[in-house]
């Protein structure tokens, strides 16, 4: 593959220089994010931002150092590691969800270092398998291997990050190659969750199944095991949400009408809508912007760091931000093409996919499209742990495309 | 085991999914930009200034006010007041709780405030008018405790002259729950102050200008940030000032000398021009107690004391005329009955005069004897006028009196003018008392400004002008914007020259000829005539009137007074004696040169051509 600039020790240079300029990006917008008229954890935090990008050029740099046959050989110990720091939590974390570990000098969340010992062991389990699944049971091992994790940052409780594990399983087992039918019907009762809330709904959704079910013809076992998974997620559904509590329910439901509980929930969504309108085609200028200046956008430094940026620099702004976005997966996926070894394309695969979920869901939700779930944008929100593991991941991918 | 071609066929066919994955996010989120950004921009930018932006109202001044000579009757001054912006309820009431012993808060005047911010949750409330100057420094000491208070400095009225232009000003006051859902206040916020009675009601909108506002720049806890000052196109815009006919020195004047005592009232005009020069009414009150808020029990002495000292006894309330009116039948008879200034009646006045079985009295008891009209004029003889009134007839009389502009409004630029009582036709009587419960001696009474009669300093002022220059009558006017014509009235004063100029000999005799009923107030150096009044009434002794002017063949200025039972038995009529000082004062202030032999001149002894 001559047409690929690809300079071993290093990997891809122009991906390398990408991360390292939207990090510096997002060091400028939490710098903008700290410039408030009132007193704020943000102020002055970009300088942490800062040692943090330092600590993750590190984490790369040695990342990129480890052969693939290595990280292969590593990936169990690093998974059993996360798993456990999971499970640590729950004992000695600290933060507000109780979902942070004090570690010396920073505080890390093991639920971004689980994504990365998780992609690297869905990798090892996928990495060699050639098909051509017959049986959905095949996926048995990757099914385990993300589940653990799953429900261990589900009961922290953190509904985004857990979506986070569902996405690495389809992605891995899409990019291995497993036919589509069969993803959707391993999907399925995930579907059946949400369409739970409408019976109508819940029953197109179930007849579908069925009939990708006769058209694919699986195992009759198989085949009833996911029409009573889609039965009881449907059935589930309703109970569980019963079950929360009402800031719960409001926090998955402003999305739709951000007015429902407005002071509460939907504050973050009015006020995140309000600074990017009113940012309009070009903006307030860089840390001129009025919503944020005055503390009506909330967590404006981490989660809602690109209302900021909608604010300040306008649609204009945006989209060169959306821009810089796509560059930056399409480089990744095409490292993840470019590598014939199942391992590591699928390592740099499932980050692509980790990546692609942060921004569509961390942006959907700044527009209003989407529940208020708290995942931070990668490259840009204040947060040290998952810019690390971004870095350790950015590392491993740069070796893959040195290796490729 | 599948070659390693179909498996990276298999992988090129995903990769292109997946960069169609990355294109078709990316373009949902883009739309969602687009929409916010784009289309609904406007929308956003506007919750966010919501979001922001407290506004502030400015009040704009109020226009000054000025008398003939420039001087000021109403102007503003600085003073401070204390409002709070919009917030939350609980800390809205905690603040107040924390001003209230520093601001004099009443219980009521919180409770007030406090349903007021229930109503109107998103205005900002105005706590404190004209706070004093350690109120301020109060609030500004301990800043941090009083987020939501902002002090303003706004323009206050002032009157400097206080209780001697009160009734002619009114007064301003804060708008009422019930004014704000008038149309003519529509615009208005609560909290405003508007005029309430006066020429501070009447050109309310011309004086109060328009409003500016102030924007400033809150955070999400509702604290003031900073303040982003007036925004020029929402800048106040001052009041339109106005200039008055009014002599400020005259009106001052009026209140030194007015009759402690005594209720009543004053008012001069120009008989030219119709202008106001003087209105006075007493006793009177201070306008600039009702700036920032009059106190409750002030406000409630005020209106409940009974001497009334809130009206305006000008032009909002009415007399009999008594024997003012004694020239109205003149006039009339003139024009209707063939009277003349020699005209003698059949019966002379022996103190009273026998209308079938009931006598009715003229005021000196030992009688008039004979006299012809002038000298019926001169000694304001009641048995002359009755015989004149029979002779002139109930429907002549109450047609001519209406023709005269009688009955109805003077139309002064003051509001609640009250008009004259007159009765217009005889079915007025047979309504008021049933047809034949009455008889034509009602003439008797009319005549002699008595009965069902009753008009205003005002209305009489305006007849005497008429009378006094033989001009078109005019609409006394306070604000000397109108021309002339503008002023002129729908009725005329139509008696053939020669026979007004007698009149006015008449009315000379009255004040300059010994034994004439105002003799003892003649000026020095000017003639004044007109013609003394003593009104019975039911509540006590007689009203005491003057209405005159002078100099009498040039006039420049005519006065009607009243003081309330001024004029006891014996005792010398108290209307006379102000009117002439006032009238003396003015003719000085003018500078007009003194008379050589002020007198009566009558017509055929008119003077000779200057130079000649």
């Not at chain 1, 050029?57 to 990129?64: D, E, Q, Y």
């Not at chain 1, 499209?369 to 947060?383: D, F, K, R």
């Not at chain 2, 002090?151 to 704000?180: F, K, W």
Request: glycine share 10%; aromatic share 10%.
């Amino acid at each position: 593959m001559t047409d690929r600039l690809r300079i071993p020790g290093i990997g891809d240079p122009v991906l390398l220089a990408l991360i390292v300029f939207m990090t510096g990006l997002g060091i400028a917008m939490i710098y903008s994010a700290g410039q408030v008229d009132v007193q704020s954890l943000a102020t002055g935090i970009w300088v942490r931002q800062f040692y943090w990008f330092g600590v993750a050029m590190v984490a790369l740099a040695v990342t990129s150092r480890f052969s693939l046959r290595f990280l292969e050989w590593l990936a169990p110990w690093v998974y059993g590691v996360t798993v456990l720091l999971l499970v640590l939590v729950f004992f000695v974390g600290t933060g507000p969800n109780g979902s942070w570990l004090e570690l010396g000098p920073g505080r890390l969340q093991p639920a971004e270092v689980a994504k990365l010992g998780t992609i690297l062991m869905l990798a090892r389990a996928m990495g060699g398998a050639q098909g051509p699944y017959e049986r959905l049971l095949e996926f048995w091992k990757p099914g385990v291997i993300t589940l653990i994790p799953f429900v261990l940052v589900l009961l922290q409780p953190d509904l985004g990050s857990a979506m986070i594990f569902g996405a690495l399983f389809l992605a891995a087992l899409f990019w291995s190659g497993v036919p589509l039918p069969k993803i959707f019907l391993l999907a399925s009762p995930g579907l059946s969750l949400l369409l739970g809330f409408n019976w109508i709904a819940w029953g197109l959704g179930f007849l579908v199944v069925a009939a990708c079910l006769y058209v694919h013809r699986l195992f009759i076992l198989e085949a009833v095991g996911v029409l009573l998974a889609n039965v009881f997620a449907g059935a589930l559904t309703l109970r569980i949400w019963d079950s929360l509590a009402d800031y719960q329910r409001n926090r998955l439901l402003v999305f739709l009408d951000p007015e429902i509980d407005p002071l509460g929930a939907g504050w973050h969504l009015i006020q995140s809508k309000v600074a990017i309108g009113s940012g309009g085609l070009i903006g307030a200028g860089f840390a001129a912007g009025p919503q944020k200046r005055l503390a009506f956008l909330p967590e404006q430094h981490t989660d809602f760091i690109f209302s900021v940026v909608g604010e300040e620099f306008g649609f204009i702004g945006v989209m060169l931000f959306l821009v810089l976005f796509a560059f930056l997966l399409w480089r990744v996926l095409r490292v993840a093409s470019s590598m014939d070894d199942g391992f590591g394309s699928l390592i740099a695969f499932c980050l692509f996919a980790v990546l692609l979920t942060h921004i569509v869901v961390n942006l959907g939700m700044a527009v209003g499209m989407m529940p208020v779930t708290g995942l931070p944008l990668p490259l840009l929100s204040y947060g040290g742990s998952f810019l690390l593991v971004l870095y350790a991941g950015f590392g491993i991918v740069q070796r893959v495309a040195w290796e490729a | 085991m599948k070659g390693d071609n179909e498996h990276r066929a298999i992988r090129k066919q995903r990769s292109r999914w997946a960069a169609g994955a990355i294109f078709f996010c990316l373009s949902i989120v883009a739309a969602g930009f687009i929409n916010l950004q784009i289309f609904s921009t406007e929308l956003y930018t506007l919750l966010s200034s919501e979001n922001r932006l407290r506004t502030i109202t400015v009040p704009a001044p109020r226009g000054t006010i000025y008398d003939r000579s420039g001087r000021a009757i109403a102007d503003n001054v600085p003073g401070y007041d204390v409002s709070m912006l919009p917030g939350p309820r609980d800390s809205i009431a905690s603040e107040l709780n924390r001003l209230e012993d520093r601001l004099d808060l009443s219980p009521e005047r919180r409770a007030a405030l406090l349903s007021r911010n229930r109503e109107r949750p998103g205005e900002a409330l105005v706590v404190r008018e004209n706070a004093n100057f350690e109120q301020v420094a109060f609030i500004e000491a301990r800043r941090p405790r009083f987020r939501r208070v902002v002090v303003d400095q706004r323009p206050h009225r002032r009157y400097p002259a206080g209780p001697a232009v009160a009734h002619m000003m009114g007064y301003v006051g804060e708008i009422s729950p019930e004014e704000l859902t008038r149309p003519e206040y529509a615009g208005y916020e609560s909290g405003q102050s508007i005029g309430k009675t006066g020429l501070e009601q009447q050109y309310e909108h011309r004086l109060a200008g328009r409003n500016g506002i102030r924007y400033a720049e809150v955070n999400a806890l509702g604290t003031i940030v900073r303040d982003l000052g007036v925004a020029q196109a929402q800048a106040p815009v001052p009041g339109e000032d106005l200039h008055l006919g009014i002599d400020l020195d005259l009106q001052v004047y009026a209140d030194s000398v007015f009759p402690e005592e005594m209720r009543g009232g004053v008012v001069a005009l120009d008989p030219v021009t119709g202008e106001v020069l003087l209105l006075y009414s007493h006793p009177t009150f201070d306008p600039n107690a009702f700036i920032g808020g009059i106190p409750l029990d002030l406000w409630d002495s005020l209106r409940e004391h009974p001497d009334q000292p809130l009206l305006n006894r000008v032009s909002n309330a009415s007399y009999p005329p008594g024997s003012t009116w004694k020239l109205v039948m003149s006039a009339i008879g003139m024009k209707m009955a063939d009277l003349t200034i020699d005209t003698y009646q059949s019966d002379t006045c022996g103190g009273g005069l026998w209308y079938h079985t009931r006598y009715f009295r003229c005021w000196l008891s030992r009688g008039h004897g004979r006299l012809n009209l002038s000298e019926a004029i001169k000694h304001s003889c009641n048995v002359w006028f009755y015989q004149a009134g029979q002779r002139i007839g109930l429907d002549p009389l109450l047609a001519g009196v209406g023709e005269l502009g009688f009955g109805s409004a003077t139309g002064i630029d003051l509001p609640s003018e009250r008009p004259g009582l007159f009765p217009d036709t005889r079915q007025w009587y047979d309504e008021r008392f049933g047809p034949g419960a009455w008889t034509e001696a009602v003439v008797w009474n009319l005549s002699i400004g008595q009965g069902e009669n009753a008009q205003t300093l005002l209305a009489m002022a305006q007849f005497y002008a008429a009378l006094a220059t033989g001009r078109a009558p005019v609409k006394p006017h306070l604000v000397r914007d109108e021309t002339l014509a503008q002023r002129r009235v729908d009725w005329t004063f139509d008696l053939p020259d020669a026979q007004r100029r007698q009149l006015v000999d008449a009315l000379a005799r009255v004040v300059n000829e010994p034994g004439g009923t105002a003799y003892s107030s003649r000026l020095a150096r000017w003639t004044l005539a007109g013609k003394t009044g003593t009104a019975q009434n039911p509540h006590g002794a007689p009203h005491s009137w003057f209405v005159g002017f002078a100099p009498a063949y040039d006039p420049r200025i005519v006065i009607a007074a009243i003081v309330e039972h001024g004029h006891p038995d014996g005792a010398p009529s108290l209307a006379v004696p102000l009117a002439s000082g006032i009238v003396d004062r003015h003719l000085e202030t003018l500078g007009l040169p003194p008379e050589a032999t002020p007198g009566v001149r009558p017509m055929e002894a008119a003077p000779a051509p200057a130079g000649g």
